[in-house]
């Protein structure tokens, strides 16, 4: 038996660790790149927009358009999308009970793959602008179709669960179908399919930010009631919650918060398992903390994973899902080996 | 004063009418235990006096409709204990503890200086603080009942509610933390209903027996009234004695039947 799972950092601690490594990750992104800047004047530069700092900047006209409309654009979209995509798998974890859920389950990535799909293949010309709104809404509608068909009568989370398995595989026939008679647009769904942060721009940060706002705070205030939930409906009745409630208010944010970060990056898979699962571990399970910190930690995880997915066959681009796949693969099965391991 | 006065509740689960118009009471203080078959409908009861059923028929806790309150209004009269607890393997003790302040939380709020100490006086009591920082998942199941009990405390309730506290403890265990929760009765006014499977302990422990069968009162009154060799053996189809332990209280035992009047096999 495995008594412990080694040490939990105290809380202080964690967040430090957390903003360390979502500060550190930024910075590697801003000097990493094609164009080669300067590390201390794009640092001076970046210190320069600090609200009362002016500091001489070292970088010339060019240099500084690569880093604040194109890089920092690309690393603000993706802290958004992976912060989003964090908090939306915790919360999910939470109102499940189940360590396995994802931001793209109940029919989340499904929906949008639909949205995207259709909004490619039958919009033509216009399609590829309303590809964000078309996922955005294909994202939502597909929760709202699994959470609909799947909340019956009272019934419980596994029946929610399996409805969103069968809506989504529902809707990505739906999609396959829609596909399989347009191949010519194959190129473009599978592109997008895949996740990309390149066209990342500051419109799109500002569309998505009131979204990621809301979503994100419903969600971190509802971490305690995630924590009573985690007792089991019976208890957190009496004790006085309503699970129904909480649950419904928490999948709706998630579902917002996932459907945002899908609108401007596409399907970026791993992100929602892996992040709040290395979070638990170091921190603990209480959601109070779990959320919070896979917030900053998705974000700053998201960052990297995009650096490397624009750097590695530079000058040509990972998809970031391929990127966050490589990754969240190996980890996800040293999570189930390791959960194994405490439950014998 | 009676502290829970039920009148004529029946449930009905899946159409099945479980509970006929059940009727007891306990007073303020006091220790009932529920006792019957499997299938009575002990557990029924319990939740719907904890508010977690649909039922007919009224549940006053110190002079309060049930009906009449909501989710942490009744949480902040009653706790309740199921037989089978989920508990989270990795939540540590502390956090588990603190959880009992639900009910005294407003819907945004979180857990403030007093919340935290309450828990902490809740965990001292029970002598569960000093493993405070251990995980759920490590805990024996003498701890694990110790451990429920501290946040059943720390939630501040009239009304205890209890599904099989000793369920699957061993005799010492089975003791500890009956002395434990009558301990809890008499220094903090805390009116006990509880589940017990073992007659013998139910009449050691509860002043008042109510007897379930098929949904309906049976029997109900003190140990000595309710635990007769007649009523028992209608009531479980058992072949028992009983006795009296040295203190007086009526002792259970079960006979098996003589061999030779076994069907061979």
Same mark, same amino acid.
């Given at each position: 038996?495995? %008594?412990?799972?080694?040490?939990?950092?105290?809380?202080?601690?964690?967040?430090?660790?957390?903003?360390?490594?979502?500060?550190?990750?930024?910075?590697?992104?801003?000097?990493?790149? +094609?164009?080669?800047?300067?590390?201390? *004047?794009?640092?001076?530069? @970046?210190?320069?927009?600090?609200?009362?700092?002016?500091?001489?900047?070292?970088?010339?006209?060019?240099?500084?358009?690569?880093?604040?409309? !194109?890089?920092?654009?690309?690393?603000?979209?993706?802290?958004?999308?992976?912060?989003?995509?964090?908090?939306?798998?915790?919360?999910?974890?939470?109102?499940?009970?189940?360590?396995?859920?994802?931001?793209?389950? @109940?029919?989340?990535?499904?929906?949008?793959?639909?949205? *995207?799909?259709?909004?490619?293949?039958? @919009?033509?010309?216009?399609?590829?602008?309303?590809?964000?709104?078309? %996922?955005?809404?294909?994202?939502?509608?597909?929760? %709202?179709? +699994?959470?609909?068909?799947?909340?019956?009568?009272?019934?419980?989370?596994?029946? @929610?669960?399996?409805?969103?398995?069968?809506?989504?595989?529902?809707?990505?026939?739906?999609?396959?179908?829609?596909?399989?008679?347009?191949?010519?647009?194959?190129?473009?769904?599978?592109?997008?399919?895949?996740?990309?942060?390149?066209?990342?721009?500051?419109?799109?940060?500002?569309?998505?930010?009131?979204? +990621?706002?809301?979503?994100? +705070?419903?969600?971190?205030?509802?971490?305690?009631?995630?924590?009573?939930?985690?007792?089991?409906?019976?208890?957190?009745?009496?004790?006085?919650?309503?699970?129904?409630?909480?649950?419904?208010?928490?999948?709706?944010?998630?579902?917002?918060? *996932?459907?945002?970060?899908?609108?401007?990056?596409?399907?970026?898979?791993?992100?929602? !398992?892996?992040?709040?699962?290395?979070?638990?571990?170091?921190?603990?399970?209480?959601?109070?903390?779990?959320?919070?910190?896979?917030?900053?930690?998705?974000?700053?995880?998201?960052?990297?994973?995009?650096?490397?997915?624009?750097?590695?066959?530079?000058?040509?681009?990972?998809?970031?899902?391929?990127?966050?796949?490589?990754?969240?693969?190996?980890?996800?099965?040293?999570?189930?080996?390791?959960?194994? *391991?405490?439950?014998? | 004063?009676?502290?829970?006065?039920?009148?004529?509740?029946?449930?009905?689960?899946?159409?099945?009418?479980?509970?006929?118009?059940?009727?007891?009471?306990?007073?303020?203080?006091?220790?009932?235990?529920?006792?019957?078959?499997?299938?009575?409908?002990?557990?029924?009861?319990?939740?719907?006096?904890?508010?977690?059923?649909?039922?007919?028929?009224?549940?006053?806790?110190?002079?309060?409709?049930? =009906?009449?309150?909501?989710?942490?209004?009744?949480?902040?009269?009653?706790?309740?204990?199921?037989?089978?607890?989920?508990?989270?393997?990795?939540?540590?003790?502390?956090?588990?503890?603190?959880?009992?302040?639900?009910?005294?939380?407003?819907?945004?709020?979180?857990?403030?200086?007093?919340?935290?100490?309450?828990?902490?006086?809740?965990?001292?009591?029970?002598?569960?603080?000093?493993?405070?920082?251990?995980?759920? =998942?490590?805990?024996? =199941?003498?701890?694990?009942?110790?451990?429920?009990?501290?946040?059943?405390?720390?939630?501040?309730?009239?009304?205890?509610?209890?599904?099989?506290?000793?369920?699957?403890?061993?005799?010492?265990?089975?003791?500890?933390?009956?002395?434990?929760?009558?301990?809890?009765?008499?220094?903090? =006014?805390?009116?006990?209903?509880?589940?017990?499977?073992?007659?013998?302990?139910?009449?050691?422990?509860?002043?008042?027996?109510?007897?379930?069968?098929?949904?309906?009162?049976?029997?109900?009154?003190?140990?000595?009234?309710?635990?007769?060799?007649?009523?028992?053996?209608?009531?479980?189809?058992?072949?028992?004695?009983?006795?009296?332990?040295?203190?007086?209280?009526?002792?259970?035992?079960?006979?098996?039947?003589?061999?030779?009047?076994?069907?061979?096999?």
């Amino acid at each position: 038996m495995i %008594a412990t799972r080694g040490r939990r950092l105290r809380p202080a601690w964690a967040y430090g660790v957390a903003v360390a490594f979502l500060v550190a990750a930024t910075l590697v992104s801003a000097l990493v790149g +094609a164009a080669d800047l300067n590390p201390i *004047a794009t640092i001076t530069a @970046l210190a320069d927009r600090i609200p009362f700092v002016h500091l001489p900047s070292g970088l010339d006209s060019l240099d500084r358009a690569v880093l604040f409309e !194109i890089r920092l654009p690309r690393i603000t979209v993706a802290i958004m999308v992976g912060g989003l995509l964090s908090v939306a798998g915790a919360g999910y974890q939470g109102v499940f009970r189940n360590p396995l859920v994802d931001s793209g389950m @109940l029919g989340a990535s499904a929906g949008a793959g639909l949205g *995207a799909t259709l909004a490619i293949v039958y @919009l033509g010309s216009a399609g590829p602008s309303a590809v964000p709104v078309a %996922a955005f809404a294909g994202s939502l509608a597909g929760v %709202a179709m +699994a959470y609909l068909s799947g909340a019956v009568g009272g019934s419980g989370t596994t029946t @929610l669960l399996l409805a969103g398995v069968a809506v989504g595989l529902f809707l990505t026939a739906v999609q396959t179908y829609v596909l399989q008679r347009s191949t010519q647009d194959l190129q473009q769904v599978y592109s997008w399919l895949l996740g990309s942060l390149s066209g990342a721009t500051w419109q799109q940060a500002g569309e998505i930010a009131p979204y +990621a706002a809301v979503s994100v +705070a419903i969600v971190l205030l509802h971490g305690r009631h995630l924590d009573v939930l985690s007792v089991g409906d019976e208890e957190a009745r009496a004790l006085g919650t309503h699970p129904g409630r909480v649950r419904l208010i928490v999948v709706a944010a998630c579902a917002l918060a *996932a459907a945002s970060a899908v609108a401007v990056s596409g399907l970026i898979g791993f992100v929602g !398992i892996v992040v709040p699962h290395v979070v638990r571990r170091v921190a603990g399970p209480s959601y109070r903390l779990v959320l919070p910190l896979s917030l900053l930690t998705g974000a700053g995880f998201l960052v990297l994973a995009d650096t490397l997915a624009r750097t590695v066959v530079s000058p040509a681009e990972l998809p970031i899902g391929v990127v966050t796949a490589l990754v969240g693969s190996p980890v996800f099965v040293w999570i189930l080996r390791s959960t194994n *391991a405490v439950r014998t | 004063m009676n502290a829970i006065q039920v009148a004529g509740v029946t449930v009905e689960l899946d159409r099945v009418r479980v509970l006929h118009a059940v009727s007891c009471a306990v007073s303020s203080g006091g220790w009932l235990a529920l006792i019957g078959p499997n299938g009575a409908g002990k557990t029924t009861l319990l939740r719907a006096v904890a508010g977690l059923l649909p039922h007919r028929g009224t549940i006053r806790v110190d002079q309060t409709d049930l =009906g009449a309150l909501r989710g942490r209004g009744r949480a902040r009269l009653i706790a309740y204990l199921p037989q089978v607890p989920v508990l989270p393997p990795d939540l540590t003790v502390g956090e588990y503890v603190l959880l009992g302040r639900t009910p005294h939380l407003g819907y945004l709020g979180a857990p403030g200086r007093g919340d935290r100490r309450k828990a902490a006086e809740a965990s001292e009591w029970l002598d569960v603080a000093r493993f405070a920082g251990r995980r759920l =998942g490590s805990l024996s =199941g003498g701890e694990r009942q110790r451990v429920r009990l501290a946040r059943a405390l720390a939630q501040e309730p009239r009304v205890l509610l209890l599904d099989e506290p000793t369920g699957d403890l061993d005799i010492g265990h089975q003791q500890q933390v009956l002395e434990l929760i009558d301990d809890l009765r008499r220094s903090r =006014g805390v009116t006990v209903v509880s589940i017990l499977h073992d007659l013998t302990q139910a009449s050691q422990y509860a002043g008042h027996l109510v007897l379930l069968a098929a949904g309906r009162v049976e029997a109900a009154g003190p140990p000595a009234a309710v635990l007769t060799e007649d009523l028992i053996s209608r009531v479980y189809a058992a072949r028992v004695t009983v006795t009296a332990d040295p203190a007086g209280y009526p002792v259970v035992t079960a006979v098996r039947p003589p061999p030779s009047s076994q069907p061979s096999r």
